[in-house]
C-alpha cells in the first residue's frame, strides 16, 4: 500500500482528504506545519507528499527543499498544493524540488488524477 | 530667474515621483490584500466541495435517497462561490498584479461541460431549463486551463438561463481546424446595439430589458471573454431581431491532438 503524508493545516480539509484516499487505497499520515511535516516524512518515509504551501512556522517551499536534502525523503514525490496559483507560486514550487502542483479550489477527481500520475 | 524657475520644476518632479512612488505602493498593498483575502476564501470553499461530494459519494455512510437533493443544491451554492472567488481572483491578476498566469494542459471539453452541467443541474431543474448538448464529445483534446473554461462555460450557461424568454438552451461544439468552436444558443429578448457591443466589456452590467433590475454584476461574461483570449481564443455576443442569442467561443486544439 502506498504512503501519503498530508501537510495541511486545516483540519478539515486534512481530514477530508484522507477519509478520501484511505478508500482510494493508500495508507495516510497527517502533519499540520513546517517541522511536523519534516518529522513525519523521515518516520514515515511516504511515497508521496502532498504539501500545503502556506503552513505554519516553516513554510511549504522550504519543508520541500528540505525533504529534498534529506536522504531519508529526498525520493518522495512533491506535490505542492496552493491556493496561490500564479507563475511565481508554481516556478517556485517547482525550483524547490516538488513534482507537480495543485491549485486550490480543487475536489477528489483532480486530486487522485494528480497523484496517480506522480506515482506512475 | 532661471535658477528660481529650475529650482521649482525640480521640486515639482521630486514631488511628482514620491507621489508617484506611493500611489504604486499603495496599488501593490491593496493588491496583496485582495489576493489575500481572495486566498482565505479558498480553502473553506475547497474544505465544504470535498466534505459535500464526500457525503455524495458514501464515503461518510450511506445518503438516503430523499437527503441527496438536498446535498446537490448545497454543491451547487459551493460552486457559485468557487466561481465568484476565482472570478475575483482572476480579476485581482489580470487588474491589479497583471500577471494572470493559466494552468494549461491537454484536456477534453466534454468532461469540464459535464462537469460544470452536474454542478448546475439542481438550480437548471429549479428554473425549468433543459440543457441540450451536442457535439462535445466529437472535438479533439484542447489546450486549456480546464477550471477556468469550466468558469467560462459556467458564465455562458449562467448568461443564457437569466436571459433566457424560453425554449432550450443549446450547447454545442465544432473543430475548425487549430481551434475548436463552442457556442451557447438561447432565445432572449432582443437587446439594443449600443448594449450588445458592450456585453462582454469587463464591469459592464448586462441589464433585462424586461426588468429594471440589474442581471449581472458585470463580470462574468467580462472574465469569461478575458480569459477566453489568454488562452490565445475570441469570444462573442450575438442576438438577431428577434431575440436568437448566440455565445461564441473559440479555444485552441492541443498540438498533441492528432
Known amino acids: ?120 | 530667474m532661471i535658477r528660481g524657475i529650475l529650482l521649482a520644476a525640480a521640486a515639482f518632479a521630486a514631488g511628482w515621483a514620491a507621489s508617484a512612488w506611493r500611489s504604486r505602493r499603495l496599488e501593490k498593498l491593496r493588491a496583496r490584500y485582495f489576493s489575500f483575502v481572495a486566498h482565505e476564501f479558498i480553502t473553506p470553499l475547497t474544505t465544504m466541495n470535498m466534505t459535500v461530494l464526500n457525503f455524495l459519494s458514501g464515503i461518510f455512510g450511506e445518503v438516503r435517497e430523499d437527503q441527496q437533493p438536498w446535498l446537490l443544491m448545497l454543491r451547487e451554492q459551493i460552486g457559485r462561490l468557487d466561481a465568484l472567488v476565482g472570478d475575483m481572483r482572476d480579476l485581482i491578476h489580470m487588474e491589479l498584479h497583471r500577471d494572470l498566469h493559466l494552468n494549461r494542459e491537454t484536456a477534453p471539453l466534454a468532461p469540464i461541460a459535464k462537469n460544470c452541467l452536474e454542478v448546475m443541474r439542481s438550480g437548471l431543474a429549479r428554473a425549468g431549463v433543459d440543457v441540450r448538448v451536442e457535439g462535445l464529445d466529437a472535438l479533439p483534446e484542447l489546450d486549456i486551463d480546464p477550471d477556468r473554461i469550466l468558469r467560462v462555460i459556467e458564465a455562458a450557461l449562467n448568461h443564457a438561463r437569466k436571459f433566457r424568454v424560453g425554449g432550450p438552451i443549446a450547447l454545442t461544439g465544432s473543430a475548425a481546424g487549430r481551434f475548436a468552436s463552442i457556442r451557447v444558443d438561447y432565445d432572449g429578448p432582443p437587446v439594443p446595439p449600443e448594449s450588445l457591443e458592450h456585453a462582454l466589456s469587463l464591469y459592464y452590467a448586462v441589464q433585462n430589458p424586461k426588468s429594471q433590475v440589474l442581471a449581472s454584476t458585470g463580470l462574468g461574461l467580462g472574465i469569461a471573454r478575458r480569459l477566453v483570449e489568454a488562452h490565445g481564443g475570441r469570444m462573442s455576443l450575438q442576438v438577431d431581431g428577434a431575440g436568437h442569442a448566440r455565445i461564441s467561443m473559440e479555444l485552441p486544439v492541443s498540438p498533441e491532438a492528432p
Open chain 1, 1 to 120: 500500500m502506498k504512503k501519503i503524508l498530508i501537510v495541511e493545516d486545516d483540519s478539515a480539509l486534512a481530514l477530508n482528504m484522507a477519509a478520501f484516499l484511505k478508500l482510494a487505497g493508500y495508507e495516510i499520515h497527517h502533519a499540520a506545519d513546517g517541522p511536523a511535516a519534516v518529522q513525519a516524512a523521515r518516520k514515515f518515509r511516504p511515497d508521496l507528499v502532498l504539501l500545503d504551501a502556506l503552513i505554519p512556522n516553516v513554510d511549504g517551499f522550504e519543508v520541500c527543499r528540505l525533504l529534498r536534502a534529506d536522504e531519508k525523503t529526498k525520493s518522495a514525490k512533491i506535490i505542492m498544493v496552493t491556493g496561490l496559483g500564479q507563475m511565481g507560486d508554481v516556478e517556485k514550487a517547482l525550483s524547490c524540488g516538488a513534482s507537480d502542483y495543485l491549485i486550490k479550489p480543487f475536489d477528489q477527481d483532480r486530486l487522485l488524477k494528480k497523484i496517480e500520475k506522480a506515482l506512475l
